[in-house]
């Protein structure tokens, strides 16, 4: 039980969180060690949404609207925090869910699809019974995707990712938007839109963006996408970096 | 298996150490976390000792070979990464090791203890059959202390530690050494040396310069350390994170 008056009060309950998924068998251990890396960059940002984290989230809602066929990728430290968050914003965007880990065993995938299912889910990609092919024929683990989600997609919201399956989808064409809280990572520079912030504020925030922009003007969407240049957002999200 | 070549081949290795202490129950879950935290801010330094780092590290070799009763505290992470090292570091100064862990458990100790005799260490401090007191009559975990090694000690060396503790060794009126990757904690503001580097580096280079200085003038070595300014190394080491 951690004290509400906690002064890291939020960052424990994250950090119970990430031990809970780790016990019940769907975060690997590596999994433990990338939400510390998470910590010390969030705590650099000083733990909230900045300016240029709200413009990237502006412009992930309305890329994911106009996506054709949207997946979200979920791994085991997703799952651990914002399980039921993902599961709303599949439903809003009509956008399919995919399990996609690292270190991928078929217990941890059961697991995750049976948190996803009663979050909600009605259906899940990515899962054992799933067929699951080779982008561009890279017979790498990495380069698994469902082939009625991930590998048929034209954006994929993919946060939490390795540098290696962020450049075999961009790669293969494909449009990806990622939330790292490292703007240095190899995934934050290859993604076409990078949310550089912490996914508990990120999701709930996302929600809200698709509900307001699902009903404006698509041609406008359009235009206000235009406006967006990650390189640029990106330099500025890292120069919010507070050294004191 | 790790291959040699992986651009990442030293951090893999590490992690590798810190998941085999997870799996072989002296390390807490946390130590996990608290490990991400440590590597996301050595990427941050370059993952190489700075300039900082090595003039905190010869006014740590002076201030421990000029101690009346050195002790070096250690837990989870500091057994897990260099247990072979601390040992060798407290022959040649004559220092105690005394264990202290944030999430104390009998089991962890005892494998603890028994890691550090398998590495050649005679005597081992803060174990279950040893006599612990509280600091100050702080009646706290973090407050306890051998009553023969860092209860009547003048200078700890308290790698990777947290900022309760230090604060409470501190206004005892000890002086502490702490290595530290991250020079933002409370525990790196509050030490009288902070060496911000990562423990795998600082111990053999530890060794090597309190061989170094054991050999010299003890007038000459107590003058360097008048002109060591901890707030002024700590300053510069922050200035060290490169964000590009």
Redesign the interface.
């Known amino acids: 039980m951690i004290p509400k008056n906690h002064p890291r009060y939020k960052s424990l309950l994250l950090?119970e969180k990430?031990?809970n998924a780790?016990e019940s068998g769907f975060l690997a251990?590596?999994g433990?060690?990338?939400?510390?890396?998470?910590?010390?960059?969030d705590?650099l940002i000083g733990e909230k949404t900045t300016k240029y984290s709200k413009i990237a989230i502006d412009a992930s809602a309305i890329s994911l609207i106009l996506a054709k066929n949207p997946v979200l990728s979920v791994n085991g430290n997703t799952i651990a925090l914002v399980p039921n968050e993902i599961v709303e914003l599949s439903k809003l965007l009509d956008a399919k869910i995919e399990i996609n880990l690292f270190y991928r065993t078929e217990k941890r995938v059961d697991l995750i699809e049976e948190i996803l299912k009663k979050s909600g889910a009605n259906e899940v990609y990515g899962t054992n019974s799933d067929k699951l092919e080779y982008i561009d024929n890279i017979e790498s683990p990495r380069a698994t995707a469902s082939l009625n989600a991930t590998y048929s997609s034209d954006l994929i919201l993919v946060p939490l990712e390795d540098g290696d399956r962020a450049e075999i989808l961009k790669e293969s064409g494909k449009k990806i938007i990622t939330i790292d809280l490292?703007p240095?990572s190899r995934t934050a520079k290859k993604a076409d839109i990078t949310i550089v912030d912490n996914i508990v504020r990120v999701i709930p925030l996302l929600i809200e963006r698709v509900k307001f922009y699902k009903s404006k003007d698509k041609e406008d969407m359009i235009k206000e996408l235009e406006r967006f240049n990650n390189k640029e957002n990106l330099k500025k999200s890292?120069?919010c970096?507070k050294?004191?």
Chains 1, 2 share one sequence.
């Open positions: 950090r990430i031990r780790y251990d590596t433990m060690i990338a939400h510390g890396r998470g910590e010390a960059f705590y490292n240095l890292l120069s970096i050294l004191s």
